[in-house]
């Protein structure tokens, strides 16, 4: 689409560009394909756009993947798109804020590609909302003002560093790919425009990601402030800045992403922030009658595949979403999948009721022992040659959990999750598998 096509477009439907918006259109078809290009198209792609305006880029996506949805803010234009892709299976427009919209619906769509000429005015919430980790992408293509994007790229030796540089960091490779001028554009804006590439990055330690984001906006809150002012007390400074070699009157700007990072390990206070499993656990090893017939390390048990015994817990809330972790990268077995909201091995001698509440408190920081038993799954392949009793409860505050365990976790609805399942099963841990089935089992029987 070009200059003369985009301004037609906009004419036909009532659209007047607005800056309050943040709406300046794409008007040349070569850069926009240009963009598009850098997503790296397959025919498997989800591609979800953001802010698809008058399709300027959309036009070079569609048809070429397996599913294309549009998030558009602008009713005029959203009405525009869904009359012009009305019979198209694989297209789907959504009139819902960006900043806002539940993202939770895209895990389902995997593989799945986000694509945005981000709104000026609310680029930072949408990045926001879509990129935060746990998130479905494993390529983006945004393209911003150019200080914005340059912020995503920056590092302490410049001025543009900041905590959106180390957010976006924390959780992608940012590489900025092109530079867009004003002219290409209608309204022709004030400043230049970048397009930036982001893919996951898996090459950092463990961390809580939640107390890595509190400790950024403590010390960038008044960034000129010598960091050790402005940072939680419980940790000896001398100690800290020893560990990461830097003097004591750092501040937060002169720190790059992997002192922040170690920063961040070092105030964890979790017991188990270092230790993702322990190869010398005792468990009881039990016989297809979940009879004890000996006892065995957790090393032992699984490099032979004997017969024991462990627990899921799967915790809901009041609108009844299922709570999901993703394991660890740490993790010996079945690591970056999607597991039930807490699961371990009973300890020898333990009951499982006993092992569900040591559990929700050790992986959640739940202090619970109101749990309900749903059912039990007896020793399989799928379940590791586990005897698995299968818990639920209902949980509506924070949780707490040990980031050497546990990357991420996040709130689903049942459906989502069943979508989920049936398009990507190997998104999930195999016992998870057979423990969702068998609570969705049990609940159509009563």
């Known amino acids: 689409m070009n200059h003369g096509d985009i301004r037609k477009h906009l004419d036909q439907h009532g659209v007047l560009p607005s800056r309050q918006l943040g709406q300046n259109f794409l008007t040349d078809s070569t850069v926009a394909k240009s963009i598009v290009d850098f997503l790296d198209l397959q025919a498997d792609d989800c591609v979800v756009e953001v802010g698809p305006g008058a399709g300027s880029l959309t036009c070079h996506v569609e048809g070429r993947v397996r599913k294309l949805i549009l998030v558009e803010f602008d009713a005029r234009l959203a009405a525009a798109l869904q009359e012009r892709y009305q019979s198209r299976e694989d297209v789907e427009v959504i009139h819902e804020d960006a900043a806002r919209i539940d993202t939770r619906r895209f895990f389902a769509e995997r593989p799945v590609k986000f694509l945005g000429n981000l709104p000026y005015s609310s680029g930072g919430a949408i990045m926001k909302n879509f990129l935060s980790a746990p998130h479905p992408f494993s390529r983006v293509v945004i393209m911003l003002q150019k200080e914005v994007i340059d912020r995503l790229e920056a590092t302490p030796e410049n001025g543009d560093y900041g905590m959106l540089s180390l957010r976006i960091q924390s959780s992608w490779h940012v590489k900025i790919v092109k530079q867009v001028p004003p002219d290409v554009?209608?309204?022709?804006?004030?400043?230049?425009?970048?397009?930036?590439?982001?893919?996951?990055?898996?090459?950092?330690?463990?961390?809580?990601?939640?107390?890595?984001?509190?400790?950024?906006?403590?010390?960038?809150?008044?960034?000129?402030?010598?960091?050790?002012?402005?940072?939680?007390?419980?940790?000896?400074?001398?100690?800290?800045?020893?560990?990461?070699?830097?003097?004591?009157?750092?501040?937060?700007?002169?720190?790059?992403?992997?002192?922040?990072?170690?920063?961040?390990?070092?105030?964890?206070?979790?017991?188990?922030?270092?230790?993702?499993?322990?190869?010398?656990?005792?468990?009881?090893?039990?016989?297809?009658?979940?009879?004890?017939?000996?006892?065995?390390?957790?090393?032992?048990?699984?490099?032979?595949?004997?017969?024991?015994?462990?627990?899921?817990?799967?915790?809901?809330?009041?609108?009844?979403?299922?709570?999901?972790?993703?394991?660890?990268?740490?993790?010996?077995?079945?690591?970056?999948?999607?597991?039930?909201?807490?699961?371990?091995?009973?300890?020898?001698?333990?009951?499982?009721?006993?092992?569900?509440?040591?559990?929700?408190?050790?992986?959640?920081?739940?202090?619970?022992?109101?749990?309900?038993?749903?059912?039990?799954?007896?020793?399989?392949?799928?379940?590791?040659?586990e005897h698995v009793m299968l818990f639920a409860c209902r949980h509506d505050g924070a949780v707490r959990f040990p980031c050497s365990e546990i990357d991420s976790v996040q709130w689903f609805s049942r459906s989502c999750v069943d979508a989920w399942i049936a398009k990507n099963p190997t998104d999930f841990a195999p016992g998870f598998l057979q423990c969702w089935q068998l609570f969705k089992d049990c609940q159509a029987d009563t």
């Open 185 to 385: 554009f209608y309204p022709v804006p004030q400043v230049d425009s970048s397009v930036a590439l982001l893919t996951p990055r898996q090459d950092l330690p463990a961390f809580d990601r939640r107390l890595f984001d509190e400790l950024l906006r403590r010390g960038f809150g008044q960034r000129r402030k010598q960091l050790h002012k402005l940072l939680p007390a419980g940790q000896d400074w001398s100690t800290v800045t020893t560990e990461l070699q830097v003097p004591s009157t750092v501040r937060a700007e002169e720190l790059d992403l992997t002192k922040w990072i170690h920063l961040t390990q070092m105030y964890d206070t979790h017991p188990l922030k270092n230790i993702a499993q322990k190869g010398d656990e005792i468990f009881d090893v039990v016989n297809e009658q979940d009879e004890v017939i000996g006892q065995a390390t957790r090393d032992e048990v699984h490099a032979q595949g004997l017969t024991h015994r462990a627990i899921h817990v799967l915790v809901f809330n009041k609108r009844r979403d299922v709570l999901l972790q993703l394991r660890s990268a740490l993790k010996d077995k079945f690591p970056n999948v999607w597991d039930s909201s807490a699961a371990g091995h009973l300890d020898a001698g333990e009951d499982y009721a006993e092992c569900a509440v040591r559990e929700l408190d050790e992986e959640l920081g739940i202090k619970s022992t109101a749990i309900v038993e749903v059912g039990k799954l007896p020793p399989s392949a799928g379940t590791g040659w």
